[in-house]
Nanobody, 119 residues
Framework: QGQLIESGGGSVQAGGSLRLSCTAS????????IGWFRQAPGKEREHVAR????????VYANSVKGRFTISKDNAKYAVYLQMNNLNPEATAVYYC????????????WGQGTQVTVSS
């Protein structure tokens, strides 16, 4: 259903911060889980964080726990990923995706936004 659009990526020095946004176009997040994923060149895509739209429960990858925060805005149908204390390992294309709560796989993906962290 509809589209997902990521924004907020860019280049930042190590230790800096960025906030990524995932917004819905032509759809809602009702009954969905929204996840953030990232993929660096030569590496597999990995889960970063996810949030349940219905109750706001969250899950984080151990690699970002304590530095990244996922949140949502119910009125705007938006999901955010606040990334603090960035390091070069965070350099990747970041994607948001949705998974219907009654299914096992994510079904809709955005086009991605590039995050580059320099030393």
């Amino acid at each position: 259903q509809g589209q997902l659009i990521e924004s907020g990526g860019g280049s930042v020095q190590a230790g800096g911060s960025l906030r990524l946004s995932c917004t819905a176009s032509g759809r809602t997040f009702n009954s969905y889980t929204i996840g953030w994923f990232r993929q660096a060149p030569g590496k597999e895509r990995e889960h970063v964080a996810r949030i349940s739209w219905s109750d706001g429960s969250t899950v984080y990858a151990n690699s970002v726990k304590g530095r990244f925060t996922i949140s949502k805005d119910n009125a705007k149908y938006a999901v955010y990923l606040q990334m603090n204390n960035l390091n070069p390992e965070a350099t990747a294309v970041y994607y948001c995706a949705t998974k219907y709560i009654a299914r096992y796989e994510y079904d809709t993906w955005g086009q991605g936004t590039q995050v580059t962290v320099s030393s």
